[in-house]
């Protein structure tokens, strides 16, 4: 008998990415669904993801976490994936995640960036990042090397976590939660290209050190009793 192909939902936090969203949708695995985030585009980003035939879901509360979590909460599928929605990765690149998930093998899969074409990673945001993954280490034991926002895991699973962060700090609070949880959490490596257009987080040290202090306040967190 042939394995049951699982259902999956793909969540796209989108502002002001028209530019990207093409490239974007049309490279979702058959059968999957796109979720696109709207977080107060004005360059038509939600038009355009319905002519691509995603479903769209407007979430006016400003912030990274804020259109992630809602886009979970739109989610129906068993399992349910992130990516970023300006370029930079390439969604169907997440089939492996998937089937990691699928197969039982981890119960979080993280994209671990490999930095592609000039300007793909500028320095500030990397060291940014590096200095993070460290403070991650020590507080979860985890040996991961990266906070990408390319991942996987069960719809439910993420539910129990009871994420809390609506700003930058959502990912990394994912990944704690997960650690405290006793999670399996696995690290694969993917390509991470120039983004179209300008970003909204780690494109300016402004933006990056806004980042850094909301995922460094979850790192000072302490663990939740659920979790332990």
């Given at each position: 008998m042939a394995p049951v192909v699982p259902t999956v939902d793909v969540v796209l936090p989108c502002l002001d990415e028209a530019e990207a969203l093409p490239w974007v949708l049309e490279r979702i695995p058959a059968g999957w669904r796109a979720i696109v985030v709207d977080n107060g585009s004005r360059d038509g980003s939600p038009e355009?993801?319905?002519a691509w035939g995603a479903t769209v879901v407007a979430e006016p509360r400003r912030g990274f976490g804020a259109a992630c979590h809602s886009g979970?909460?739109?989610?129906?599928?068993?399992?349910?994936c992130f990516c970023d929605c300006d370029a930079s990765l390439d969604p169907g690149l997440l089939a492996p995640f998937v089937a990691q998930v699928a197969a039982d093998e981890a119960d979080l899969v993280l994209g671990r960036r490999r930095p592609e074409g000039r300007g793909a990673w500028p320095p500030h945001a990397r060291a940014g990042n590096l200095a993070l993954a460290r403070m991650l280490r020590r507080r979860t034991g985890l040996g991961l090397r990266d906070l990408g926002p390319m991942r996987a895991a069960r719809r439910e699973a993420l539910l129990?976590?009871?994420?809390?962060?609506?700003?930058?700090g959502y990912p990394l609070e994912m990944v704690v939660r997960a650690a405290d949880a006793g999670w399996r959490v696995a690290e694969r490596d993917v390509p991470y290209l120039p983004r179209a257009g300008k970003s909204k987080v780690t494109g300016t040290w402004r933006g990056t050190w806004h980042a850094v202090r909301d995922m460094r306040r979850?790192?000072?967190?302490?663990p939740l009793e659920a979790a332990r």
């Open positions: 355009l993801a319905r979970l909460l739109a989610a129906s599928a068993d399992i349910v129990s976590l009871a994420l809390t962060d609506r700003r930058s979850v790192l000072a967190q302490a």
